[in-house]
């Protein structure tokens, strides 16, 4: 079993919907909650950052962590087809530097 | 702002050939990792460095070996490439600090191809 679980997808949306996507971990020493994203053949771009259970807001894009049920969620609210990538989650442990990334989950908003 | 800058950004090279590639963190940044990503799969990270020391070992294969130099850009080199090494190859980078682990920023990768 992989540490960090992302569903795959491929998941398409209309444009202006609300995304969902999410991750669920299984190492309870990952404290800090990033998520990723990657255009196709280009470097993962940083999205959001959180190192806390509750919700962080940037823009149009919360991160949610729920560290008693192992389980962080990125929204995506007035979803863009600019906002078609592929996205990573990714945990690392305090004092670690090695990112654990899930899978990636490649989203397409549809116009 | 500045980022991280990878170079060459393509390389192609035959099998049992040797590569190098190369990283230049954002300036003042002082850890760099690096990572493999083929196709299709997640980024694995290989290794980083801290202040041009080894801090960390991931997958990395005995025939890679990276360092680290004064002005902290890193290099990793890979001898006796195989088919299999085709990949995506990132580097980050991130400013250390003492009381949080701080978050890593990527470069656009290189793309290297064995033939």
């Known amino acids: 079993q992989k540490e960090v679980e992302q569903d795959p997808g491929p998941l398409s949306v209309p444009e202006g919907a609300i995304v969902s996507l999410n991750c669920t971990y299984s190492?309870?020493?990952?404290?800090?909650f990033m998520w990723y994203r990657q255009y196709s053949r280009k470097g993962p771009e940083l999205l959001m950052y959180?190192?806390?259970?509750g919700n962080k807001e940037d823009g149009r894009f919360t991160a949610q962590v729920d560290k008693s049920s192992k389980y962080i969620s990125l929204f995506i609210r007035d979803s863009q087809p600019s906002d078609s990538a592929t996205y990573l989650c990714?945990?690392?442990?305090?004092?670690?530097?090695?990112?654990?990334f899930g899978t990636g989950t490649r989203l397409t908003i549809i116009p | 702002a500045a980022g991280v800058i990878q170079s060459p950004r393509h390389l192609i090279k035959e099998k049992r050939e040797t590569a190098t590639l190369k990283c230049y963190p954002i300036?003042?940044?002082?850890?760099v990792y690096w990572y493999q990503q083929g196709p299709g799969q997640d980024p694995q990270f290989l290794i980083s460095?801290?202040?041009?020391?080894?801090?960390d070992k991931g997958s990395i294969p005995d025939r890679f070996s990276a360092q680290q130099f004064s002005d902290y850009h890193s290099e990793l080199n890979m001898s006796s490439l195989e088919l299999g090494d085709s990949a995506l190859y990132f580097c980050?980078?991130?400013?250390?600090?003492?009381?949080?682990?701080?978050?890593?920023?990527f470069g656009p990768g290189t793309r290297l191809t064995v033939l």
């Open positions: 980050a980078s991130s400013l250390a600090t003492t009381t949080s682990t701080d978050t890593q920023y």
């Open positions: 190492n309870s020493a990952f404290q800090y």
């Open positions: 959180t190192c806390s259970s």
């Open positions: 990714a945990m690392i442990c305090f004092g670690n530097e090695k990112l654990t």
């Open positions: 300036p003042r940044h002082d850890t």
């Open positions: 460095f801290y202040e041009k020391m080894q801090s």
